[in-house]
């Protein structure tokens, strides 16, 4: 009898997955506009909206923000990739600048949106303390010269708690502080979660529905695979634990954001 209740409750999760992302893909548009307080976004056409994704390494993109490129691209917004480093720790930079491309090639960023950043004072580094005075000058003339409606990056635990990755949250949240952020442009943080939660695979989805978030994304199947597809295009980076992490990390299937409260415009610093 037990094993025909532990049936049912499995099936009834899975029925509950499914809902779930029926009715965000329902209600994703809303959603984002909600997120980047901007009303009059055509339903069928978000070909007007423009996002950052600001990452430290080649390979965030499709680790941590798969589930967001591929959806804002589904939605024919305008994605763009700022990369601070070109991820030459083993010496690697040049081919894992390609496998950048190629990855998000699969993700649907054309490489013609996407900006490499190498930087003697930006090494991808553990153990570096990237300047935030310097990460914010890179971060705030590109958005100037693109005029983003949204930008989202990590937050500050950085998902993997890499010192590259905080130190590009500290430098977006000094531009929200000190009022150097549009007035049309939302600054978004990827939420870090638990290690339990952050390898439970999709199973993790209706806890992340649950909670309270600013904005979600989430992949169906189709979704993953094509996420699963950039990551094997860091072949460099493909140790047996990236294997596990593809197949077990819900950061492959969902991603949720919080807002970076904004300061007064303006604002001097003394």
């Given at each position: 009898?037990?094993i025909?209740l532990?049936?049912?409750?499995l099936?009834?999760?899975?029925?509950?997955?499914?809902?779930i992302?029926?009715r965000?893909r329902r209600t994703?548009?809303?959603?984002l506009?909600r997120?980047?307080?901007?009303?009059?976004?055509n339903?069928?056409?978000?070909?007007?909206i423009?996002?950052?994704?600001?990452?430290a390494?080649?390979?965030?993109?499709c680790?941590?923000?798969?589930?967001?490129?591929?959806?804002?691209?589904?939605?024919?917004?305008?994605v763009?990739l700022?990369c601070?480093s070109e991820?030459?720790y083993y010496?690697?930079g040049p081919?894992?600048?390609k496998?950048?491309?190629?990855?998000?090639?699969v993700?649907?960023?054309p490489?013609s949106?996407?900006?490499?950043?190498?930087?003697?004072?930006?090494p991808?580094?553990p153990k570096?303390?990237?300047?935030?005075?310097?990460?914010?000058a890179v971060?705030?003339?590109h958005m100037?010269?693109?005029s983003?409606?949204?930008?989202?990056?990590?937050?500050g635990?950085g998902?993997s708690g890499?010192a590259?990755?905080?130190a590009?949250?500290?430098?977006?949240s000094?531009?929200?502080y000190?009022?150097q952020?549009?007035n049309?442009c939302?600054l978004?943080s990827?939420?870090t979660?638990?290690?339990?939660r952050?390898?439970f695979?999709?199973?993790?989805?209706p806890?992340?529905w649950?909670?309270?978030?600013h904005?979600?994304f989430?992949t169906?199947?189709?979704?993953?695979s094509?996420?699963?597809?950039a990551?094997?295009?860091?072949r460099?980076q493909l140790?047996?634990?990236?294997y596990l992490?593809?197949?077990?990390s819900?950061?492959?299937f969902v991603?949720?954001?919080e807002l970076?409260s904004q300061g007064?415009k303006?604002?001097?610093?003394?």
């Open positions: 009898m037990s025909y532990l049936f049912s409750i099936v009834s999760y899975l029925v509950w997955i499914k809902c992302y029926c965000h994703l548009v809303k959603s506009k997120a980047i307080n901007v009303s009059s976004i339903e069928t056409n978000n070909s007007g423009k996002a950052l994704i600001v990452t390494h080649p390979d965030d993109e680790m941590f923000f798969a589930p967001t490129i591929i959806r804002l691209s589904e939605l024919n917004v305008s763009h700022l601070l991820g030459n010496n690697q081919d894992r600048q496998e950048l491309l190629n990855s998000c090639a993700l649907g960023i490489t949106r996407v900006t490499i950043v190498d930087h003697k004072n930006l991808d580094d570096a303390e990237w300047s935030v005075s310097l990460v914010s971060i705030v003339k100037r010269a693109h983003f409606n949204m930008v989202l990056t990590f937050d635990r998902v890499h590259n990755h905080i590009i949250h500290k430098a977006v000094h531009l929200a000190t009022g952020v549009p049309d939302s978004l990827l939420v979660v638990g290690l339990l952050k390898y695979s999709f199973l993790e989805l806890i992340s649950l909670l309270p978030s904005l979600c989430i169906g199947s189709q979704g993953y094509q996420a699963k597809a990551m094997l295009c860091h460099t140790l047996w634990f990236r992490y593809i197949v077990f819900r950061y492959m991603n949720t954001f970076i007064p303006n604002l001097k610093i003394y």
